[in-house]
């Protein structure tokens, strides 16, 4: 599952992953300006094959990402991490 935080709009451009129940300590993954993702923190403990897995998942979601943070936070521009 992959899902925003409300009130992170001063962080960079980023989604929380976690199985189940979202919560606080789930991973977070930063989207970068060159359309792809680094992990920020793994606090769910997401197995690294799986990481892995997610990092190209969201990377191939960019767009989707992008557009979906601008419509949360009804914003124009987005900050990227890097």
């Given at each position: ?14 989604v929380h992953v976690c ?20 992990i920020a923190k793994n ?40």
């Amino acid at each position: 599952m992959i899902f925003f935080w409300p009130n992170e709009n001063d962080e960079p451009i980023h989604v929380h992953v976690c199985e189940g129940t979202p919560s606080p300590n789930a991973t977070k993954i930063w989207i970068t300006s060159a359309g792809g993702a680094i992990i920020a923190k793994n606090s769910s403990r997401i197995p690294e094959v799986d990481l892995n897995d997610l990092v190209r998942v969201i990377s191939a979601q960019y767009t989707y990402i992008v557009k979906s943070w601008k419509d949360y936070f009804n914003i124009f521009n987005v900050q990227f991490y890097c």
